[in-house]
Antibody
Framework: EVQLVESGGDLVQPGGSLRLSCAAS????????MHWVRQAPGKGLLYVSA????????YYENSVKGRFTISRDNSKNTLYLQMGSLRADDTAVYYC???????????????WGQGTMVTVSS | SYVLTQPPSVSVAPGQTARITCGGN??????VHWYQQKPGQAPVLVVY???DRPSGIPERFSGSNSGNTATLTISRVEAGDEADFYC???????????FGTGTKVTVL
């Protein structure tokens, strides 16, 4: 079955760190760009980060630049998001999504995981 | 940064046609994608590149894009179409992905 499964969401204190994972199956992971999108409770979708199919190029939305790091392990078919210096406004469901090209630019997101909840609170 | 504006809500009777707009400066020059998100679920791509449908998406879903407005049209609306809908573009001049504000479709 073609799917993405996120994990790693948790309750974390402000200033803390967390690593999210996204396990891919049912398709050739190494040929697709991958993305992270988040959604705060009751709010709309917000773009977070992207990585090209070979991991050689990355992109970050301004509010997470310098705090979050996206990476991938194509041998394990897994995408990661290392999150640091977490703030209350990072609280959201984090979705991984597959882009419909090898590059991370100008993609549509044609496959989404079920999401993992990150709560930043003391 | 590039802004996409959608109406907060659209109401439609079963069997009728729902039209959801997505406004942006010269959006007609960009490739627009549309997502459907039902409560408690992940988004699903329903239209990409303005008017193409992924496999498995009913022909009742169609899209258009011109000038400053893109439109998602849902024909012969069914109760199961109730959801939030988001448009999305790649704002190439500012090198960023942008989602619209979202539209809640209610089937009366």
């Amino acid at each position: 079955e073609v799917q993405l499964v996120e994990s790693g969401g948790d309750l974390v204190q402000p200033g803390g760190s967390l690593r999210l994972s996204c396990a891919a199956s049912g398709f050739t992971f190494s040929t697709y760009a991958m993305h992270w999108v988040r959604q705060a409770p009751g709010k709309g979708l917000l773009y977070v980060s992207a990585i090209s199919s070979n991991g050689g190029s990355t992109y970050y939305e301004n509010s997470v630049k310098g705090r979050f790091t996206i990476s991938r392990d194509n041998s394990k078919n897994t995408l990661y998001l290392q999150m640091g210096s977490l703030r209350a406004d990072d609280t959201a469901v984090y979705y991984c999504a597959r882009g419909n090209s090898p590059s991370w630019r100008n993609d549509a997101f044609d496959l989404w995981g079920q999401g993992t909840m990150v709560t930043v609170s003391s | 940064s590039y802004v996409l504006t959608q109406p907060p809500s659209v109401s439609v009777a079963p069997g009728q046609t729902a039209r959801i707009t997505c406004g942006g400066n010269n959006i007609g020059s960009k490739r627009v994608h549309w997502y459907q998100q039902k409560p408690g679920q992940a988004p699903v791509l329903v239209v990409y590149d303005d008017s193409d449908r992924p496999s498995g998406i009913p022909e009742r879903f169609s899209g258009s894009n011109s000038g400053n407005t893109a439109t998602l049209t849902i024909s012969r609306v069914e109760a199961g179409d109730e959801a939030d809908f988001y448009c999305q573009v790649w704002g190439n001049s500012s090198d960023q992905y942008v989602f619209g504000t979202g539209t809640k479709v209610t089937v009366l």
